[in-house]
């Protein structure tokens, strides 16, 4: 077995730990906030050269320059747990405007352990032992894309650091090989039970068509790494995602799944997945150690224990091995076109896809300071290699992000979206997630139907397991008043993606467009069942009731929502609206006073929810008005106009086919 190496340093009085991560000075330990440990570790590391505050700045903050303050106190008390204060400083030297270099006493200790259960030998191939309850396995993985690739440089500017990036690598080529281990396992030992004459023979199980993977968990919980943890998930979700017979569930389905002591198996349940991969993991200085598990749900059995602790070198070589045993092991025939999307690398810059994970990760958070992080690590992705179309995709998708949870930079982000899709489609015309992002694009903010519902179709056939996709389309399906159409995609989505409460709410959201109003009140009172303060629900719920006539129910949805704490401000008119047809004129004209004496002349939503009052107090040509105010400013608000129950009074009305002209629908 490979003998694995822990590394100490002793600094003159001071001795570190890497892989305990500790600082004592003899008997003392020496307090160190987790970052300044890593800083103080990583300049121990880099110290034959001159590491640059951009650098660090990158690596450890994130490259924003209002943590410019924080370095500089981080430098100040890495010095004083060295007790280097004074100056000249004798183990930290500062290059004014520039960075730092460590100039003290190092000598470098290492300590050699030997790891267990899992080893993999390079020859023709990948060979994994695997040890099982029955007896060890082993298995040669054809090594058709295990060849020398070109090393490639990073780009300057965003270095950072050979050794952060290898130990990333190592560490996701590792998890994607141990889970090659297990499916080959499976499949042999399927093949076994095949050839078995013993009627005692246990009886082939159901073949896996889906599978959650869970965010990784840490072996030491006293060291987290979230982005890690996620990032290495999120890699395998999408390289598996491209088999179509193969169900993954998305990073937005598992990302919750992050306790220490989550089951497995109940994840897996509540997913409604026929298997879950369970991982830990944990890095030991440059050095990762990996621990997978395979299992089936519906049982609980294993179908594969592994363990990885020898560094893997090629990411890109071993994600395609494992693409093909999935392949095997849930026994489909892929089509040339699937074969050759599964064996395709949209980049072969490491630093680059490194980078378009972190990308990943940050978006999936849908907080402005997120996706303003999300943007800069695709942009990185992109500088390191400009033909990188995923990155491209990816940027798209978050600006629209940023247009909907960014207000600043809301008017900024869809002409950027734009661009960054068609740059995305540009390069590669056969990118699912490049058709995706274009698709909405199209539809909400161009107004051209024709063109998003192309873009759709296309994402759809390209990969049809994508639940976002689905949910999108659905929506555009029910604002052109094709129900029966929009239900099916929507009732797809949830399927992809179960426990997602937007979806689940914008189930019943299509069906009260449909005019299934008891339908879509069930579905809300469903979701609301599994997450009682999701405010989305509440909100849509009141809506159905007030397309119901229900308005004391409507106005207690209403009410819920201010008690949790969600600001009445963008559903004043849906309430102005229930006082006014319930008769309660007063209390709807009050609101009114209030909407019209608020600056709301740039806000489509207030506009709209004005025209409520006045179609419910029965005042059309007010409403009409404020309609005609959003039709002048091309708004795209309006793609609700033909099938948004609030305005079904005004549908009747001669003003109104002469309002769906401008906005571009056909007679």
């Given at each position: 077995m490979a003998v694995q190496i822990q590394r100490r340093y002793l600094l003159g009085e001071n001795e570190l730990d890497a892989g305990g991560h500790s600082?004592?000075?003899?008997?003392?330990?020496?307090?160190?906030?987790?970052?300044?440990?890593?800083?103080?570790?990583?300049?121990?590391?880099?110290?034959?050269?001159?590491?640059?505050?951009?650098?660090?700045?990158?690596?450890?903050?994130?490259?924003?320059?209002?943590?410019?303050?924080?370095?500089?106190?981080?430098?100040?008390?890495?010095?004083?747990?060295?007790?280097d204060q004074r100056k000249p400083h004798q183990c930290i030297e500062t290059v004014p405007a520039v960075g730092y270099r460590y100039i003290g006493p190092v000598k470098e200790e290492q300590q050699q352990f030997e790891p267990s259960v899992f080893t993999i030998e390079k020859t023709r191939g990948?060979?994994?032992?695997?040890?099982?309850?029955?007896?060890?396995?082993?298995?040669?993985?054809?090594?058709?894309?295990?060849?020398?690739?070109?090393?490639?440089?990073?780009?300057?500017?965003?270095?950072?650091?050979?050794?952060?990036?290898?130990?990333?690598?190592?560490?996701?080529?590792?998890?994607?090989?141990?889970?090659?281990?297990?499916?080959?396992?499976?499949?042999?030992?399927?093949?076994?039970?095949?050839?078995?004459?013993?009627?005692?023979?246990?009886?082939?199980?159901?073949?896996?068509?889906?599978?959650?993977?869970?965010?990784?968990?840490?072996?030491?919980?006293?060291?987290?790494?979230?982005?890690?943890?996620?990032?290495?998930?999120d890699a395998l979700i999408a390289k598996l995602s491209g088999v179509k017979q193969l169900i993954v569930r998305p990073t937005s389905a598992i990302r919750n799944y992050t306790k220490i002591d989550q089951d497995p198996i109940s994840a897996g349940h509540e997913q409604g997945v026929d298997a879950v991969l369970d991982a830990s993991v944990q890095r030991v200085g440059d050095r990762i150690s990996v621990s997978v598990r395979l299992l089936r749900v519906a049982d609980g059995s294993s179908l594969g224990s592994f363990r990885c602790e020898d560094a893997c070198t090629d990411v890109f070589a071993a994600q395609d091995a494992i693409s093909e045993q999935i392949a095997r092991a849930i026994k489909v025939s892929l089509s040339d076109e699937e074969k050759r999307l599964l064996a395709k690398h949209y980049t072969e810059n490491k630093e680059a896809y490194l980078d378009y994970l972190r990308g990943r990760y940050y978006w999936?958070?849908?907080?402005?300071?997120?996706?303003?992080?999300?943007?800069?690590?695709?942009q990185a992705a992109i500088d390191k290699d400009p033909t990188y179309a995923l990155a491209y995709a990816g940027l798209s998708e978050t600006y629209?992000?940023?247009?909907?949870?960014?207000?600043e930079q809301a008017?900024?982000?869809?002409?950027?979206?734009?661009?960054?899709?068609?740059?995305?489609?540009?390069?590669?015309?056969?990118?699912?997630?490049?058709?995706?992002?274009?698709?909405?694009?199209?539809?909400?903010?161009?107004?051209?139907?024709?063109?998003?519902?192309?873009?759709?179709?296309?994402?759809?056939?390209?990969?049809?397991?994508?639940?976002?996709?689905?949910?999108?389309?659905?929506?555009?399906?029910?604002?052109?008043?094709?129900?029966?159409?929009?239900?099916?995609?929507?009732?797809?989505?949830?399927?992809?993606?179960?426990?997602?409460?937007?979806?689940?709410?914008?189930?019943?959201?299509v069906l009260s467009f449909a005019r299934k109003y008891d339908e879509a009140i069930a579905q809300f009172r469903e979701t609301l069942e599994v997450a009682p303060n999701f405010f989305e629900a509440h909100h849509l719920l009141g809506q159905t009731y007030l397309?119901?006539?229900?308005?004391?129910?409507?106005?207690?949805?209403?009410?819920?929502?201010?008690?949790?704490?969600?600001?009445?401000?963008?559903?004043?008119?849906?309430?102005?609206?229930?006082?006014?047809?319930?008769?309660?004129?007063?209390?709807?004209?009050?609101?009114?006073?209030?909407?019209?004496?608020?600056?709301?002349?740039?806000?489509?939503?207030?506009?709209?929810?004005?025209?409520?009052?006045?179609?419910?107090?029965?005042?059309?040509?007010?409403?009409?008005?404020?309609?005609?105010k959003l039709a002048a400013r091309h708004d795209h608000w309006l793609r609700f106009l033909d099938t948004y129950p609030f305005l079904d009074d005004l549908r009747a009305d001669p003003r109104f086919p002469g309002l769906r002209d401008r906005v571009g629908f056909a007679s």
């Open positions: 600082l004592t000075r003899g008997a003392t330990s020496i307090p160190l906030s987790r970052k300044r440990f890593k800083v103080l570790l990583y300049l121990i590391e880099e110290r034959h050269r001159l590491v640059t505050r951009q650098e660090l700045l990158e690596l450890f903050w994130d490259g924003h320059e209002v943590y410019e303050e924080n370095l500089t106190k981080c430098i100040s008390e890495i010095r004083k747990a060295l007790a990948v060979r994994v032992v695997v040890e099982e309850s029955d007896g060890a396995h082993d298995a040669l993985v054809p090594e058709k894309t295990l060849r020398d690739r070109p090393a490639t440089e990073a780009h300057p500017r965003l270095l950072k650091g050979a050794k952060r990036t290898a130990w990333f690598f190592a560490a996701l080529s590792c998890v994607v090989i141990a889970l090659t281990a297990g499916v080959v396992f499976i499949y042999s030992h399927r093949a076994g039970v095949a050839k078995s004459d013993s009627a005692a023979a246990k009886p082939e199980m159901a073949p896996i068509r889906s599978l959650a993977v869970l965010p990784f968990k840490p072996i030491n919980s006293q060291n987290r790494d979230e982005f890690l943890e996620l990032g290495m998930a999936n958070k849908k907080t402005p300071d997120e996706l303003r992080k999300a943007i800069y690590y695709y629209m992000s940023q247009d909907i949870y960014d207000h008017t900024r982000a869809i002409p950027r979206a734009r661009a960054a899709a068609l740059r995305a489609l540009e390069i590669d015309d056969t990118l699912a997630a490049a058709h995706a992002a274009l698709a909405p694009l199209k539809w909400i903010h161009d107004w051209d139907f024709t063109g998003g519902e192309k873009e759709f179709k296309q994402a759809i056939a390209l990969d049809p397991n994508y639940p976002e996709t689905h949910h999108w389309y659905a929506l555009y399906l029910m604002e052109r008043a094709r129900h029966e159409e929009a239900i099916a995609e929507i009732k797809r989505a949830a399927e992809l993606d179960p426990l997602s409460p937007m979806i689940s709410t914008d189930v019943g959201l397309f119901k006539a229900m308005y004391s129910e409507a106005l207690g949805e209403y009410q819920k929502m201010s008690d949790g704490g969600v600001s009445a401000a963008y559903v004043k008119g849906e309430i102005g609206y229930a006082y006014a047809k319930a008769g309660r004129v007063d209390e709807a004209r009050k609101i009114l006073r209030e909407l019209e004496e608020q600056d709301n002349a740039d806000d489509s939503i207030m506009i709209a929810e004005t025209s409520f009052v006045y179609i419910g107090l029965g005042n059309k040509d007010e409403a009409f008005k404020l309609l005609n």
